[in-house]
């Protein structure tokens, strides 16, 4: 029986139609859900045609888990470096996202929609979305992460914009948030730059054990999000 490591290593490699490599073990050197309402075109492939290059979106199903959690945690690595705990990357993360990604498929929130964005068939990120997770906030979008093959590509922005089609659709009249690590300034300015407000602050538990200070940030009109 293999691995969660192997399990994540394998759902990456057939993803990208590479045959699988042993895997590497990591080190920190070098390295600072079901719907309120339908939505059209759920379930099916469509194009972000104001991109050059063709990206595609698809709801993911509870086949899709070791992807996810092997894109989560690829993401992390680079980006949670300089934040989270180097053990839990180091080890304990794979079975961790496996279990989390797992249960949220099989068992999704009300509201939930995960989206995973793929380029010629293969996988460049995701995002998962709590429609109405919050009666004075709105929509919640619970993650949100794009490969580094992706990065500087839009992909970001375009799975921002789907998280507020979704609020949009299935919640009119409320807002959008996420939570976001104070360290993480990059993504604090990302956010920022366009139209996220920073509302609150508060210290949160988080999965390597720490607890880590974050920040609420919030899009009164989701609207924003498309223009």
């Known amino acids: 029986m293999r691995s969660p490591k192997e399990r994540l290593a394998l759902a990456l490699a057939e993803a990208w139609g590479r045959p ?3 895997t590497v073990p990591y080190s920190t050197k070098g390295r600072h859900s079901s719907a309120k309402a339908g ?4 379930g099916s492939r469509t194009s972000l045609s104001r991109y050059s290059w063709a990206m595609d979106f698809r709801d993911a199903s509870p086949a899709d888990a070791p992807l996810i959690a092997a894109m989560h945690v690829e993401s992390w690595r680079i980006a949670y470096a300089h934040i989270m705990d180097p053990a839990y990357l180091a080890g304990g993360i794979e079975a961790e996202r496996l279990a989390t990604w ?11 929609r995960i989206i995973i964005a793929e380029r010629a068939g293969q996988p460049m990120g995701f995002t998962c979305i709590i429609g109405g997770a919050d009666d004075r906030w709105g929509t919640l979008v619970d ?10 590509t839009g992909l970001g922005t375009a799975l921002l914009a789907r998280g507020a089609q979704w ?6 009249q409320t807002g959008l948030f996420l939570w976001c690590y104070s360290d993480n300034l990059a993504a604090r300015g990302f956010y920022a730059s366009r139209g996220g407000v920073e ?3 508060w210290d949160k538990p988080g999965p390597d054990g720490r607890t880590l200070p974050e920040k609420r940030i919030y899009w009164a009109d989701p609207a924003i999000l498309l223009r």
């Open 20 to 22: 699988q490599v042993e």
């Open 39 to 42: 939505s059209a075109g759920r």
């Open 102 to 112: 797992t249960q949220r498929l099989e068992h999704p929130a009300p509201g939930q």
């Open 143 to 152: 993650n949100l992460h794009a490969l580094p093959a992706a990065r500087g």
């Open 167 to 172: 609020a949009i659709e299935g919640w009119p």
């Open 199 to 201: 509302v609150e602050d």
